[in-house]
């Protein structure tokens, strides 16, 4: 955490990884329960926090049609510490990508106002209590059971198509699969069936990530980023639309 002269501090705020997801019920008040196994990423948001102004902007590589309104998660975790602060936001992790960057934004926020309620950030989105605390992970109830694991070194290939998932769109699919019994699966992505019925392009990428490099990706969380173990830099050439990043476990 850095400070400048003008009394902003910049905060990190990295992406997560869900390598592992497995949905386990719902609750009666719609919240979905979940066990799985997080990881912290060196891809980072950086966030400069202003306190005392007002105002919500972004900048960097993905920016572009992010929501500045009440909605935003940023807003509602300073709505939830009672704090004021202007917020400029390099946005280099992807929104609707499965790597929960809107939920680091929203963690550095409650990380900067000394807020350690894991099951109110819990409420606010589900990666949340694991981005407050990052590294490794196994993650339960609807995110706010945290059990730290060892860390384990891993390069991750990232392959980012240019549009996003919603998030509450897919576990709608899921709830709808779950109704008619097709939640079975090998996958280590519960989600991951249920991101294919809300934007079925993600077919698509699948299986031209899997001829490119001979290894089946598996999607991060609800999408739409597709990963895979080890340094595949060279996709990049096989998929001149999407973003492809090699970065590592922390």
């Known amino acids: 955490m850095n400070t400048t002269s003008n009394t902003s501090i910049i905060i990190d705020a990295p992406a997560k990884l869900t390598l592992s997801l497995r949905v386990t019920g719902v609750r009666e008040d719609g919240f979905h329960l979940i066990d799985a196994e997080m990881v912290t990423l060196d891809l980072v948001d950086k966030v400069r926090i202003t306190p005392n102004e007002d105002g919500l902007n972004f900048d960097g590589p993905f920016s572009s049609g992010i929501s500045t309104d009440s909605s935003n998660l940023v807003n509602r975790a300073l709505a939830l510490v009672g704090r004021r602060a202007r917020v400029h936001i390099e946005k280099n992790i992807p929104s609707g990508g499965g790597l929960g960057g809107g939920s680091a934004d929203a963690a550095a ?3 900067w106002a000394g807020f350690t309620d894991l099951v109110a950030a819990s409420r606010l989105g589900a990666d949340i209590p694991f981005c407050m605390i990052g590294g490794r992970a196994r ?21 980012i198509p240019p549009f996003g998932v919603s998030t509450p769109a897919v576990y709608r699919a ?11 699966t090998n996958n280590p992505n519960d989600l991951q069936q249920a991101a294919l019925i809300v934007e079925p392009r993600l077919i698509e990428w699948h299986d ?5 490099c001979g290894q ?6 609800s999408g739409s980023t597709w990963w895979l173990d080890g340094a595949f830099l060279e996709l990049a050439k096989d998929l001149p639309k999407a973003t492809v990043l090699v970065t590592q476990t922390r």
């Open 216 to 221: 089946a990706p598996v999607l991060a969380g």
């Open 139 to 159: 993650v339960q109830g609807i995110g706010e059971v945290i059990d730290i694991l060892p860390p384990v070194h891993r390069e991750i290939t990232l392959v």
């Open 208 to 212: 031209k990530i899997a001829q490119a």
């Open 174 to 184: 899921w709830d709808d699969l779950a109704k008619a019994g097709n939640t079975t």
């Open 109 to 111: 926020i409650l990380k």
